[in-house]
T-cell receptor, first 113, second 117 residues
Framework: QQQVKQSPQSLIVQKGGISIINCAYE??????FPWYQQFPGKGPALLIA?????SEKKEGRFTISFNKSAKQFSLHIMDSQPGDSATYFC????????????FGKGTHLIIQP | NAGVMQNPRHLVRRRGQEARLRCSPM?????VYWYRQLPEEGLKFMVY????????ESGMPKERFSAEFPKEGPSILRIQQVVRGDSAAYFC???????????????FGPGTRLTVL
């Protein structure tokens, strides 16, 4: 599986601020890019996802920005709250999907009150 | 509508024993994926199954690991003769439709934390 590179590894943001997590992918066959949120001891939960035919998708406080030419996408969390403190994973998937999702290594996000 | 269920949640085995992990997909889902997560690492794909078929096992070690998804009952990930390096969290995910759909929305279970002593 080709890589998905995620940064930063950890991030501390003040309450009310904007959290930004970035990912870059190599596999041009990817056509689906989900973000997952994981709390300690829990399984990853699908947060938001985007297809490459749009440049941005917004759901509540969460926004994905997508740059197909640069093969990069990012998650923006507006008005970050302490309850958003978790590990976030980006992923990519090709239309065939037979080899599962390719995940980044994750970002530990801490929102300080 | 119950989510993806996995059991046991925690499993302790001694080196050389067998570990058997179970996964029941969400109702209406017939596609199951298994992933392994090491500490401070992302999830790594292991195997993709449909009912009674292994579709892709390219991420699964060739020896000691096997998976099945029978017509009836949960999907099983079996690790024979476990070694300390098998200690990890194992997650399964289910999908309502296979890769034939245009995107592969997967829903994850809570995981099984395997510790090998």
């Amino acid at each position: 599986q080709q890589q998905v590179k995620q940064s930063p590894q950890s991030l501390i943001v003040q309450k009310g601020g904007i959290s930004i997590i970035n990912c870059a992918y190599e596999n041009t066959a990817f056509d689906y890019f989900p973000w997952y949120q994981q709390f300690p001891g829990k399984g990853p939960a699908l947060l938001i996802a985007i297809r490459p035919d749009v440049s941005e998708k917004k759901e509540g406080r969460f926004t994905i920005s997508f740059n197909k030419s640069a093969k990069q996408f990012s998650l923006h969390i507006m008005d970050s709250q302490p309850g958003d403190s978790a590990t976030y994973f980006c992923a990519g998937d090709s239309g065939g999907g037979a080899d599962g999702l390719t995940f980044g290594k994750g970002t530990h996000l801490i929102i300080q009150p | 509508n119950a989510g993806v269920m996995q059991n046991p949640r925690h499993l302790v085995r001694r080196r050389g024993q067998e570990a058997r992990l179970r996964c029941s997909p969400m109702k209406g889902h017939s596609h199951v994926y298994w992933y392994r997560q090491l500490p401070e690492e992302g999830l790594k794909f292991m195997v993709y199954l449909q009912k009674e078929n292994i579709i892709d096992e390219s991420g699964m070690p060739k020896e000691r690991f096997s998976a099945e998804f029978p017509k009836e009952g949960p999907s099983i990930l079996r690790i024979q003769q476990v070694v300390r390096g098998d200690s990890a969290a194992y997650f399964c995910a289910s999908s309502p439709l296979g890769p034939q759909r245009s995107y592969n929305e997967q829903f994850f279970g809570p995981g099984t934390r395997l510790t090998v002593l």
